[in-house]
């Protein structure tokens, strides 16, 4: 399966837009991207997941480039609950590799 | 319609001490997933069972860990003996086993300390 590289931390206004980047150079074809977020002491919770196509939910959108090596997911007015560790994860098959993903902050 | 259910939430054991992790998943779900999470790190994956078949333990270290999922429903995981390095969280997480359906549905977790 193919790895992933997100930036460490992030910080966002509430109410903003927050825009987190993930890059997957290596996905394959067959590959998803998934996107997980942990609040703190809780397990990971699922928020979307794509293959191709631009993909929207009630959570959040995720916009994936043509060429498929990166995505961004998209929370379009950020609150302070969403204040957790935000996970890109790419697999094709039932193996899902969570790395050390991004933290975000939305600060009031 | 219940979640994914994890016992105990917290566990204190002193160093060479068993201990048990026991996971109730969603009904109807076939697969069962466990995995270790280390402070500041990312979910682990241990071990992935369809069904009651353990199908990816490659991760799990089979000299103290131990996994069984009977009837294919609960799950337990056990340590034996337990060392300070296993001090993690301990996660349970299933889906229905539609491949690429995305959606893994994790417990709370079981939050393991050896002294």
């Known amino acids: 399966d193919a790895k992933t590289t997100q930036p460490p931390s992030m910080d966002c206004a509430e109410g903003r837009a927050a825009n987190l980047p993930c890059n997957h150079s290596?996905?394959?074809?067959?590959?998803?991207v998934y996107w997980y977020r942990q609040i703190h002491s809780q397990g990971p919770q699922y928020i979307i997941h794509?293959?191709?196509n631009n993909e929207t939910n009630e959570m959040a959108s995720l916009i994936i480039t043509e060429d498929r090596k990166s995505s961004t997911l998209i929370l379009p007015h950020a609150t302070l609950r969403d204040t957790a560790v935000y996970y890109c994860?790419?697999?094709?098959?039932?193996?899902?590799?969570f790395g050390t993903g991004t933290r975000l902050k939305v600060l009031a | 319609e219940a979640g994914v259910v994890q016992s105990p939430r917290y566990k204190i054991i002193e160093k060479k001490q068993p201990v048990a992790f026991w996971c109730n998943p969603i009904?109807?779900?076939?697969?069962l997933y466990w995995y270790l999470q280390n402070l500041g790190q990312g979910p682990e994956l241990l071990i992935r069972y369809e069904n009651e078949e353990a199908v990816d333990d490659s991760q799990l270290p089979k000299d103290r860990f131990s996994a069984e999922r009977l009837k294919g429903v609960d799950s337990t995981l056990k340590i034996q003996p337990a060392e300070l390095g296993d001090s993690a969280v301990y996660l349970c997480?299933?889906?229905?086993?539609?491949?690429?359906?995305?959606?893994?549905?994790f417990g709370e977790g079981s939050r393991l300390t050896v002294l």
């Open positions: 009904s109807g779900h076939n697969t």
């Open positions: 997480a299933s889906s229905s086993g539609l491949a690429n359906t995305g959606e893994l549905f």
């Open positions: 290596t996905i394959s074809g067959n590959e998803y």
């Open positions: 794509g293959l191709k």
């Open positions: 994860i790419v697999s094709g098959t039932y193996k899902y590799i």
